[in-house]
């Protein structure tokens, strides 16, 4: 067993308002650039529907992830070094900008210059590439804009790899809304695909980074992203992708999405995992979710604090690794699932499914959806939106997000009935009251050092991380801008932070 620390995230989908204040900020911190207009480090989908890149999931067309071979064996789906060789310059498994959307400006010059007439003068949108006038057509949330479409939802891969009973059902059930990032996996698909090794995952906190100096174009990460979250800067030729801001990570604050994110629904935090697992659970022909869970290791174990510290993890990282909200929430309570899990790259931001489709379904169906029993009665009866969320989160599994489910409506119906002396109806269904209270704790109430629990980088290691991240254009030519001078955010939102209760 090697043990290894792992920078990961949760987030709960009941709460996304779709706001996309965690993709605003973000791309305000890191792709505000030339090159990177059309590139959303963090974006937030509306589910279902088509997603950024359109139709990022459908594997077949796009040759993401792993898959196991006739013999069992791991493989890229995008094809090996023979593959890649005979395709280094004219990759046929890319995105186009057309698959991404064209950004857009408007013509805010015609309203302050217009001369004066009887009607209002227009701003007509401009091609934030060629600065030509343009029609838009698509955007990174365009189902949102027409949410619920069928035109959009129908096109969803999910859907199509449904019955067609959910299929002819699904509008009238349920949407939500999937705020992404990459998901900084432990098999990373692009690491292995990256022909002139610029792509790498930090030993110290498991981030993925791309090291600029290195990178020579060639895009065979953005083809193996199975979730296309690598993208090319037009400007430079090099890819670029989320750093899960690793420099504020390092100083122990948290990511900007989650910062900002006004949900509160997202959770940071360090968890250990075992190196020597990896691979056996990549290539699992079982239950995905349950060996991606299997990499995961009991921060509590002594065994596995005696060998954390051996392969020279801290003692205040190992701490934090007991603290973590990931811990609770994906391993303790096992409400948290992995984003497509039958791509096979273990992917390390985690998802509560939503209850409030099926809350919905339930008042629907004659139901009190603040009945435990009747919301039970929802979940093991009705096959959207389970067949829907299985697709996204247990590789199809149906009966593991019901299982999650009934799990997240307890929770509501114990705290209901604690609080208005209304009878209880999950006592006899073999969930622990402690256990339901402090998922309530997690769930509805965390502050904010519940939710982030993150321990900074230590200056022994501090050589070590800025050889790792030597490579990231924090203050070249079409950089960000982060290094040299400590930009004012960072500290000021350190304090912030600190302050709050
Ligand atoms: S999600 Fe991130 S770490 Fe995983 S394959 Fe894609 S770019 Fe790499
Ligand atoms: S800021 Fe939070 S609530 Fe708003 S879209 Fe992003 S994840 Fe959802």
């Known amino acids: 067993m090697r043990v290894r620390a792992q920078m990961a995230m949760v987030m709960n989908l009941d709460k996304c308002i779709g706001c996309s204040t965690c993709s605003v900020t973000c791309k305000q911190t890191w792709t505000n650039r030339d090159g990177v207009e059309y590139v959303w480090f963090n974006n937030v989908e509306t589910k279902p529907g088509v997603?950024?890149?359109?139709?990022?999931?459908?594997?077949?067309?796009?040759?993401?992830?792993?898959k196991l071979d006739s013999k069992g064996?791991?493989?890229?789906?995008?094809?090996?070094?023979?593959?890649?060789?005979?395709?280094?310059?004219?990759?046929?498994?890319?995105?186009?900008?057309?698959?991404?959307?064209?950004?857009?400006?408007?013509?805010?010059?015609?309203?302050?210059?217009?001369?004066?007439?009887?009607?209002?003068?227009v701003a007509r949108p401009l091609s934030a590439i060629t600065g030509l006038p343009m029609k838009m057509e698509t955007g990174p949330n365009w189902?949102?804009?027409?949410?619920?479409?069928?035109?959009?939802?129908?096109?969803?891969?999910?859907?199509?790899?449904?019955?067609?009973?959910?299929?002819?059902?699904?509008?009238?059930?349920?949407?939500?809304?999937?705020?992404?990032?990459?998901?900084?996996?432990?098999?990373?698909?692009?690491?292995?695909?990256?022909?002139?090794?610029?792509?790498?995952?930090?030993e110290t906190d498991g981030i993925v980074l791309v090291d600029e100096n290195k990178c020579r174009g060639w895009r065979m990460c953005v083809s193996a992203c199975p979730y296309k979250k690598v993208y090319l800067n037009h400007v430079t030729a090099k890819a670029e992708k989320c750093t899960f801001c690793f420099p504020r990570i390092e100083e122990g604050t948290p990511t900007v999405c989650a910062e900002t994110c006004v949900g509160r629904l997202r959770y940071i935090g360090l968890v250990l995992y075992n190196l020597d697992a990896v691979e056996e659970a990549a290539g699992s022909s079982g239950d995905l979710v349950e060996a991606a869970r299997s990499c995961l290791l009991d921060p509590f174990d002594e065994t596995v604090i005696a060998q954390a510290k051996l392969d020279g993890i801290a003692e205040?990282?190992?701490?934090?690794?007991?603290?973590?909200?990931?811990?609770?929430?994906?391993?303790?309570?096992?409400?948290?699932?992995?984003?497509?899990?039958?791509?096979?790259?273990?992917?390390?931001?985690?998802?509560?499914?939503?209850?409030?489709?099926?809350?919905?379904?339930?008042?629907?169906?004659?139901?009190?959806?603040?009945?435990?029993?009747?919301?039970?009665?929802?979940?093991?009866?009705?096959?959207?939106?389970l067949d829907y969320l299985a697709q996204l989160f247990t590789a199809g599994d149906a009966d593991l997000v019901a299982g999650v489910l009934m799990k997240l409506a307890a929770v509501r119906s114990h705290m209901r009935a604690l609080t208005t002396g209304a009878p209880n109806t999950t006592t006899d269904r073999g969930l622990e009251a402690a256990d339901l209270e402090e998922l309530y704790r997690l769930l509805a109430i965390a502050k904010i050092a519940d939710r982030f629990v993150i321990p900074a980088a230590h200056r022994e290691e501090g050589a070590q991380l800025a050889s790792w991240t030597s490579g990231y254009p924090l203050d070249g030519p079409g950089s960000v801008g982060m290094s040299g001078p400590v930009p004012v955010a960072v500290p000021t939102l350190a304090r912030s932070t600190r302050r709050r209760p």
């Open 73 to 121: 064996r791991l493989r890229l789906r995008s094809g090996g070094k023979i593959r890649k060789l005979a395709t280094i310059f004219a990759n046929p498994d890319l995105p186009s900008l057309d698959d991404y959307y064209e950004p857009a400006t408007y013509d805010y010059d015609s309203l302050v210059t217009a001369p004066a007439s009887e009607r209002m003068p």
């Open 143 to 202: 189902d949102d804009d027409l949410g619920g479409s069928a035109l959009y939802a129908a096109a969803d891969p999910n859907i199509a790899a449904m019955s067609e009973r959910v299929q002819l059902s699904f509008e009238q059930t349920f949407m939500f809304h999937l705020p992404r990032i990459c998901e900084h996996c432990l098999n990373p698909a692009c690491v292995a695909s990256c022909p002139s090794g610029a792509m790498y995952k930090r």
């Open 316 to 385: 205040d990282w190992i701490a934090a690794a007991q603290r973590s909200p990931i811990w609770a929430l994906a391993m303790k309570h096992q409400v948290a699932l992995p984003l497509h899990p039958e791509y096979r790259t273990l992917p390390m931001v985690w998802y509560i499914p939503p209850l409030s489709p099926v809350l919905d379904a339930t008042a629907a169906m004659g139901g009190d959806n603040t009945s435990a029993d009747d919301v039970f009665h929802a979940v093991t009866t009705m096959r959207v939106p």
């Open 51 to 66: 997603g950024y890149p359109t139709r990022w999931e459908d594997q077949a067309r796009w040759k993401g992830g792993w």
